[in-house]
Structures are given as C-alpha cells and as structure tokens.
C-alpha cells in the first residue's frame, strides 16, 4: 500500500510529464475499442448485404484490428520509454535516499499499475462513445435500417483491457530491466552530463529499407481483391516497422552524410541545423514516424471511404451492365374476355 501511495504523489507531482504518457495510451485503447467493436457488430451493420460481403468486410475490420494492436504496443514503449528518460534525475534521488533497485522496480510497477487503471476507465468511456459515432457515421453512408440498434458490446472492451493489461506489463518488465542496468550514480551523471552523438545503426537501417520496400512492393504488386485481402495485413505492418526504422536510424545516417559534405555543411544557414538535428532525430524519431503513421492512416481512411461511396453508381454499373426487367403476362380466354367487354 506505501508504493501506492507513493506512486500517486509522484503522478500527482509530476503530473506535466505523466499526462502525455495517459493521453496517448487513452488514444490507444480508444482506437483498439473502435476497431473491435466494429469488428464485433459488422454483421448488424451489412445486414442488408449479402453473407459474403458480410463475412468480407468483418475480416477487414479484423486486419484493421491487428494493425492497432501493433501499433498500440509500439507507440506505447516509446512513450514510455520517453516518460523514463524524463524522470531519470528523480530515480536518481530515490536511489541516492536509501531507495534499492527492489523498490524502484516495485514504484514504477505502482505507477503503471494506476496509469493502466487510469487508461481502462478513461478508455473505455470514449472508446463506446466513438464507437457509437462511428456506427452511426456508417449506417448513415451504408443505408442501414433505422430500426436496426446498436448498442455498447462488453466483449471488445473486455478483450482491449486484456490487450492493455499485457501491453503494461511488458512495460513493467523494460522498467524493471532498465533499473537493473543502471546505478543511481552513472543516473546522476548522465543528467549532468552532455548528450552523445547517436551512432549509426546499420542493422535498423538495412532491415527499415528491406521492410519498407518489401511493404509497398506487396501493395504495388497485387491486383487480386482478394490476395489483396490476405496480405493487407503483413503489407501494412512491413511499412510501419520501415517506417519507423528509417525515422530512427535513416535520418541520423542522411544527417551524417550531410555533415561530411563540407560544401554544405560548413555554411551558417546549415551548420547549426544539421549538428542539432542528428540528436533531435535520436530523441524524436520514434514520435515523427508515430505522427506520419497516423496521418497517413486518416488520409488513407478519408480517401478510400469517399471512393468507395462516391463510386457505388459505377461500380453498380460495372457489375450489371445491362438492366433487364421480365415480366410475366396472363393470356384471357375470348368468352371472358367478351363477357367482360359486355
């Protein structure tokens, strides 16, 4: 209970820090409940569709799940491991006042375990909100019956609060090995001392070029719906760990390259930018590959969703080029026919 009550002061404390960390794992869980929820509920909202277009487009919202999850445990170790840095001095001092590595491991666990409890309440409130809005945003473009209800599925959050709890406890276990490694003084010498050049890593920068390129290549390459159905999801996830290889290690490389260049680097207008650059890069990285994700993610949901119900008139008529109507005629028998002229 005394970890407890000390990783809420220190939350409370250090709340400028920790309120980024809670904001972006809040995001997470509320874009996972979305995905799944839809996941869950995609056969109430094609009811009007046939089984295969049913059983379609559940598994799309499928791979669009796995790709949250993916990306919800990559953002979440760089936003830890960003909220770790930021209190390096402060674990320091804990050390330096008679607090062990067992105590430091079990305050962190105590602060993850309130954030997490933070994350599921907060979560799951908006993530049924947008869950709502976004079966409501659906039904409106797909022509869903009015009387069809959509209401909030306990089972998505249930299975996002398993995702999280697991996504925490990987989190623990960084904490804790990160403690291990380090001792309260090289802590206390590495906030006083100056920031190191990054070195280049030329195994993250390989395998970012050969992932990248194997991605799009997968995306450029099929032309079958549905083989493009079963590799959307390893495409997707190839260019997201490109993605965020190259932002890591592929702009401290250009920037070194550019530094070499003594014509271009040895100007005002560039020597500054360039030598701060390699270590805002090695800082910033992981978060600029987490932004271009996300905005090309919206772009691509914007575009394809406005495609694909601006185009419904000529996809319609593609499919039935030609509309025929048969209609069946009931020949009368003259004497009827005379009675009734009669």
């Avoid at 959307?232 to 702009?251: D, K, N, P, Q």
């Avoid at 394809?304 to 030609?322: D, E, K």
Wanted: proline share 3%; aromatic share 12%.
């Amino acid at each position: 209970m005394f970890y407890f009550r000390l990783a809420a002061t220190n939350i409370r404390a250090h709340k400028r820090i920790f309120v980024p960390f809670l904001l972006a794992t809040t995001l997470l869980t509320v874009m996972n409940v979305v995905m799944l929820s839809v996941h869950a509920d995609a056969g109430a909202i094609f009811a009007n569709n046939s089984e295969g277009i049913q059983a379609v487009a559940s598994e799309m919202f499928k791979y669009g799940a796995y790709v949250m999850m993916v990306f919800a445990v990559i953002l979440a170790w760089y936003a830890n491991s960003f909220l770790l840095k930021q209190r390096t001095k402060q674990l320091a001092l804990y050390s330096v006042i008679g607090f062990g590595k067992r105590e430091l491991r079990l305050m962190t666990a105590a602060e993850l375990l309130i954030c997490l409890i933070i994350t599921l309440i907060c979560g799951s409130v908006f993530g049924a909100a947008f869950s709502r809005l976004s079966y409501l945003a659906l039904g409106k473009m797909l022509g869903v019956p009015a009387n069809v209800a959509f209401g909030v599925n306990p089972v998505p959050i249930a299975e996002v609060a398993g995702i999280m709890a697991l996504i925490f406890l990987w989190l623990m276990l960084l904490d804790a090995n990160w403690l291990r490694r380090h001792r309260p003084l090289e802590m206390l010498q590495a906030v006083s001392a100056g920031e190191r050049e990054p070195k280049t890593r030329w195994l993250m920068l390989i395998l970012g070029v050969l992932t990248l390129g194997a991605g799009y290549a997968a995306a450029i390459g099929i032309t079958n719906p549905l083989g493009a159905l079963q590799w959307f999801f390893i495409a997707v996830v190839l260019v997201i760990i490109g993605t965020y290889f190259l932002f890591i290690a592929g702009s401290v490389f250009i920037f070194k390259r550019l530094r070499k260049n003594k014509k271009y680097y040895y100007q005002p207008a560039h020597f500054i930018n360039v030598a701060n650059m390699i270590h805002r890069m090695r800082q910033n990285g992981a978060g600029l590959a987490s932004i271009a994700i996300l905005a090309t993610m919206t772009l691509v949901t914007i575009a394809t969703t406005i495609t694909l119900y601006r185009g419904v008139p000529q996809i319609v008529n593609t499919s039935n080029p030609a509309d025929l109507q048969y209609l069946r005629f009931t020949t009368l028998d003259t004497g009827t026919q005379g009675k009734k002229a009669r």
